[in-house]
């Protein structure tokens, strides 16, 4: 997105709204669909004598993202003529459209990557996904240059994309020789034709999951439409704002992805008090990471700007939002944290509720009304939102530290893997 910045604002706007699109039908829903893993595999490895349970529910996990994959597909083809049929811009929806046809074998390798990652995590192996992106992105630094601006071989904005599919399936590639070379494999019985069966227990986890993603990535997108009809000057300065929130947010759901399996894990192996413990270290460490992230965009918060964009007209508009992003960064961080850890409690249903009605039934309609109602426009929208974040992190913390009996978790830990085991058994038997 760095290389793209420069080549203008509209190729910058077709960027980002491409980014937040595949982010909402692929990235979120297969985020999701691979977080109940989190909750099947992480509680195996330490509650279960069979590890190979372990490497029947990966398989599950990624056959619900991939299958979910062949459901989008259509949506990323056609992009550009649904963009044109909401109201953006001829030359926005163009180059966002042909972004996004580009990406669909992509995201495909993005997928497997998320999974095999949350497989290895399940095991307490926490690193390898950090270690492979450690050697791809200095790679895919390198391919941006060479197909973006390069004077032989740059192609422009295609190039981008190009550059992007490539480095999605060179880290497919790390993660997969790191599993083959680890101990993970020793919880891999080999491809059993059962996990296409009794899916229905997965997707039980997983689509409360991906809702809970969902709600959070549309919040995104629904900021980016709103300031779009505020004129390309607006969606620009806002799409960098949003792209800033993004950052943050990886980084939370990089400590929430890790204390969702430890918590799993904890949880499976009977000690509550443990897996309590670790929920309160990593919401300590988001809470460290939002406040430098806040300072950061406080001191630095212009020359950030100037990374995609030296567009003068964009920074007056960026001003206005940024006071408000101070209070947005650390909340919205500690909720993907905490949406971590429902996840290892196995509590997505409730938390995709509390996602749905804080960011959709209160603050996307009080932004809404902010932003067209009281004229406030790009501000209001980002205000109505704040207050949604607020409300998500407010109820997420009563439920986890005040309604939550860790003890009993550990008894609806084993009555889930109970059941999910007789279930494959009793596939077994009719055969």
Known sequence: MFSVGHLGTKELAGMMLSELLIGIFVFSPSFGLTSAMETYCSTAYTASRDKKLVGFYFQRGLIAAV?????????????????????????VAELSGMYMRSQIFGVLGWSIFEACKRYLQSQGIMRAGA??????IPIHMFISYLLVYSPTYGIGFTGAAISTVISEWLMVAGI?????????????????YRALRGMSSFYWLAIPAVI???????????ISVGSSYFGSTELVASAIMINAQI???HMNNGIGSGASPR???????????????????????????GIMCTLFLAVLGEWWVSIYSTDPEVFPTVR????????????????????GIMRGLGRQKPSAIINMVGYHLCGVPLGVYLAFGLKM???GLWWGVCVGVLLVFITHTVYIYMLVDWKDEVKLCLARLQQSHANIEDNQDQE
Not at 131 to 136: D, M, S
Not at 176 to 188: D, P, V
Not at 273 to 289: K, Y
Request: net charge neutral; hydrophobic share 55%; aromatic share 10%.
């Open 131 to 136: 270690l492979v992106l450690l050697v791809v």
């Open 247 to 249: 950052q943050v947010m």
């Open 176 to 192: 997969t020789i790191y599993i083959l070379k680890s101990r993970a494999m020793e919880t891999w019985g080999g491809w059993d």
């Open 67 to 91: 299958a979910h994959l062949f459901v989008v597909a259509p949506i990323l083809w056609h992009a550009e003529s649904l963009l044109l049929a909401i109201g953006q811009g001829p030359r």
């Open 320 to 339: 206005k939002i940024i006071t408000i992003s101070y209070i947005f960064t650390t909340f919205n961080g500690l909720n993907s944290v905490l949406g």
């Open 377 to 379: 426009q790009v501000p």
């Open 212 to 222: 809970m993603m969902w709600a959070e990535w549309v919040v995104f997108e629904l």
């Open 263 to 289: 918590i799993g894990n904890l949880i499976g192996a009977g000690k509550p008090r443990l897996a309590h413990i670790t929920s309160c270290v990593a919401v300590a460490t988001s809470s460290f990471v």
